[in-house]
């Protein structure tokens, strides 16, 4: 009886996500934002001479070392807040969600299978990028492997809770497409795509680090310089994750 029940919920979750896969990859525009882009970007900071220099004032480390973990985040934020949101809500807004409730697949099944396409294309953009670093620019890979896994899987924990709670509170795509660009925009400078964390002035440095991608940061870099994030930075990230999802689950709806 244990097994027909599980075999029952899972196949029609495998094939939502099959599904989803499919359509996932016929989106040549979410799949340049989330896995190149980072890495092109990456690129052509590596490009510039000087950014390639070791600087006393950084620690003995270059600008490019710094902005290897920024672009491992660049791609979970394109994944988090600007690919996933409107294709939710526009399940949502189109009915979608509300019919897939009189069928044996629930609803819950494309939220689930949305989660894990993002969450692997996260992953994937930033295995790119730290090859590319490595390869191209010779940036040192993480040090302390288990710490930079770990403050990778609450990044990605935090943004994809973040996304859900736009799908959530957003009831049109316009919306979610207006609330994403302002949550993006925010969390590029806080994640150090413009001006990285370790060079900001101590306030602002402190008051960053309190947001979710200004821990991760800061926790990816301390990681990859051979040390353990800072637990406050994890504890962050936590936190994030623990009330975001929340959210999301208290206020989504299907209809």
Not at 126 to 148: D, K, N, W
Request: glycine residues 8%.
């Amino acid at each position: 009886m244990s097994t027909a029940r599980t075999t029952a919920t899972n196949g029609p979750l495998a094939a939502v996500l099959r599904a989803e896969t499919r359509l996932f990859l016929r989106e040549p525009g979410s799949l340049f934002w989330i896995l190149v882009f980072p890495t092109a970007l990456l690129t052509v900071l590596g490009l510039i001479p000087s950014f390639r220099q070791d600087d006393a004032a950084l620690g003995g480390r270059s600008v490019i070392d710094l902005y290897v973990p920024v672009a491992v985040l660049l791609g979970m934020i394109m994944a988090g807040l600007q690919a996933m949101p409107p294709i939710l809500t526009g399940y949502r807004e189109r009915g979608i969600l509300r019919r897939m409730s009189a069928t044996p697949v629930r609803p819950s099944a494309l939220l689930t299978a949305q989660i894990a396409l993002h969450g692997a294309a996260s992953a994937a953009s930033a295995l790119l990028a730290m090859a590319v670093g490595r390869i191209a620019f010779g940036v040192r890979l993480p040090e302390q492997a288990l710490g930079y896994l770990l403050a990778l899987l609450l990044a990605v924990a935090c943004v994809l809770a973040l996304g859900a709670t736009i799908c959530a509170l957003s009831r049109t795509t316009k919306a979610s497409a207006a609330v994403g660009s302002v949550a993006y925009l925010l969390m590029m400078f806080t994640a150090g795509v413009w001006v990285p964390v370790q060079t900001m002035p101590d306030l602002l440095r402190r008051i960053v680090g309190a947001t979710p991608f200004g821990a991760a940061s800061q926790a990816l870099d301390q990681a990859a310089s051979g040390s353990w994030p800072d637990w406050v930075y994890l504890g962050v990230m936590a936190l994030w994750t623990a009330a975001l999802g929340a959210a999301a689950t208290r206020l989504f709806r299907w209809e």
